[in-house]
């Protein structure tokens, strides 16, 4: 039986009188990569923001590796990361200062050398010592992933980790992130609205609607049910309430 | 509940993100000494020209720049915490150090060592400036109370600015301007340029509830009569204690709601 990386029980999230998350219940296994999809204003972001501690939840629970978020968020997060386009790097340091200050966060033995790995890996060679702020936006996506690789946490959640990145470059990076979900054996939570990323990279899909878990599954297992050719179709009927059938009738 | 465990990597990360933006910046480093010698400047040709008009200035030619240093380490003490917090803000940065292992307490204390070296840089490049312009050094004047006193109003510009910072990070860049003029809202009360009595009975009970309030009455104390007030001296060291208790405890209820409200991914406006 595969292993359970994190667990989310009958989450809530309340602002006031909004309730952005409504009683929201997934697993993410170890080992795989799970999609977290919806439009905009679904609640993806809240959720990632609750599973790393960085927002309280008003109800439910989270649990990660067996431990519960965010009471033990001290043991969970060295294990963690995370990119978002929403949240930067000091764009006046250098890709190099930065990973430097995020090793030392870490507490990364060998720092130089791992920033080395990085590098290469990422591509990050030509602009090391260039400052964050002077980057193409292709480039701070993939600062920001080596950032999020820095630990080479277990547990890897990343919002839009393509956004705004050329197809060319977007590729690579989907073929990197699967190399390295595969080599560490992580559990990767991956919220995207490129649905060919998800079909590419994702072994389960979690679907969000108003705050709510609408559908879930393997995206061979959504095509099937809702009748269609590819993931975008079966976003479009989840997320405006259509149906195959519906558009035939 | 965790323990209070504390890495100094950890605080030597946040430590170096500031290091690398204040020496990478020259406009930076220009801001941290600008005021604190335009000050010293004012402050000695005033000093030049009361002595010729007041015994008291005559016979304590110091005791105006003395107060001018000393009230620069706790300003540029406070804004130094404020501003540590607000280059997160400016760069939305909280999100990412937030959800590295690095623990709230560490972060303040390495806010509160830059903004140490901020002070150093500034009031320390002003006094040494002092020297040549205004033949005034405060290490003469105060003598080894100097250390003593600044460190004081170190100590309570950290707990003020840690207080504003947490206001800031609740209420979101429209709270920005508290950063910069807040503390002059005490600069009255603190018996900068003239003693506590000169105030109202009621505002000197405020006075005397501050760190300030007993620095300045020691200073005047020491250009003055020649003395170090112990008594004054262990009355501003209680104050302070009680002052970064108050601060650690607001900062501690601010945090706690900017996080149950989501807002260290959305600081900003």
């Known amino acids: 039986m595969q292993a359970i990386a994190v667990r989310v029980q009958d989450l809530v999230k309340r602002y006031g009188q909004v309730v952005a998350v409504d009683g929201l219940s997934f697993t993410i296994p170890a080992g795989r990569t799970t999609a977290l999809l919806g439009a905009n204003g679904a609640g993806k972001t809240t959720t990632i923001a609750m599973l790393l501690g960085l927002l309280a939840p008003s109800a439910g629970r989270i649990e990660i590796f067996g431990l519960p978020m965010p009471k033990a968020r001290n043991r969970l997060l060295p294990r963690m990361n995370f990119s978002s386009p929403y949240v930067d790097l000091p764009l006046r340091l250098t890709v190099r200062q930065n990973l430097k200050v995020y090793a030392d966060l870490y507490g990364i033995p060998h720092t130089g050398q791992r920033i080395d790995e990085l590098t290469q890996r990422l591509d990050l060679g030509s602009f090391i010592d260039r400052p964050t702020g002077r980057l193409s936006a292709g480039q701070k996506t993939r600062v920001v992933l080596a950032k999020a690789l820095i630990n080479r946490p277990d547990l890897l959640l990343l919002d839009e980790p393509t956004a705004s990145l050329d197809p060319d470059t977007a590729d690579r990076l989907r073929g990197m992130l699967a190399a390295y979900q595969q080599e560490r054996g992580a559990a990767v939570l991956l919220a995207s609205h490129n649905m060919n990323e998800v079909e590419r990279l994702a072994h389960h899909v979690v679907m969000m609607k108003a705050g709510k878990l609408v559908a879930e599954g393997s995206p061979a297992q959504l095509l099937e049910r809702y009748g269609r050719e590819d993931m975008e179709e079966v976003f479009l009927d989840i997320a405006r309430g259509r149906s195959r059938a519906m558009e035939e009738a | ?269």
């Open chain 2, 1 to 269: 509940m965790s323990a209070l465990t504390l890495s100094l990597r950890r605080i030597r990360g946040v430590f170096r993100r500031h290091w690398y933006l204040l020496t990478a910046s020259w406009p930076r480093l220009l801001d941290l000494v600008y005021w604190p010698t335009v000050q010293v400047i004012l402050w000695g040709f005033i000093t030049r020209f009361l002595a010729t008009e007041s015994s008291l200035v005559a016979n304590a030619a110091g005791i105006f720049l003395s107060a001018v240093l000393l009230w620069d380490v706790l300003f540029r003490g406070q804004l130094g915490v404020s501003l540590g917090f607000l280059e997160e803000m400016y760069a939305r940065h909280f999100g990412h150090l937030f959800t590295s292992p690095l623990r709230p307490y560490e972060h303040v204390i390495a806010v509160f060592l830059i903004a140490l070296i901020r002070v150093m840089l500034g009031v320390g490049g002003a006094a040494l400036l002092a020297i040549p312009i205004h033949g005034f050094w405060i290490g003469g004047a105060l003598g080894w109370s100097t250390i003593a006193f600044m460190a004081v109003l170190m100590g309570f510009g950290w707990a003020i600015g840690l207080m504003i910072s947490g206001t800031v990070m609740r209420l979101g860049m429209g709270a920005e301007s508290l950063a910069w003029a807040a503390i002059f809202l005490i600069q009255p009360i603190s018996g900068v340029f003239y003693p506590i009595e000169t105030l109202p009975q009621w505002l000197q009970t405020i006075a005397w509830c501050l760190p300030t309030g007993a620095v300045f009455e020691g200073m005047r104390a020491v250009v003055v009569d020649g003395r170090f007030d112990t008594g004054l001296f262990f009355w501003a060291l209680a104050m302070l204690a009680v002052w970064l208790a108050i601060a650690a405890g607001v900062y501690t209820l601010l945090f706690q709601s900017v996080r149950r409200r989501g807002l260290l991914l959305q600081s900003g406006e």
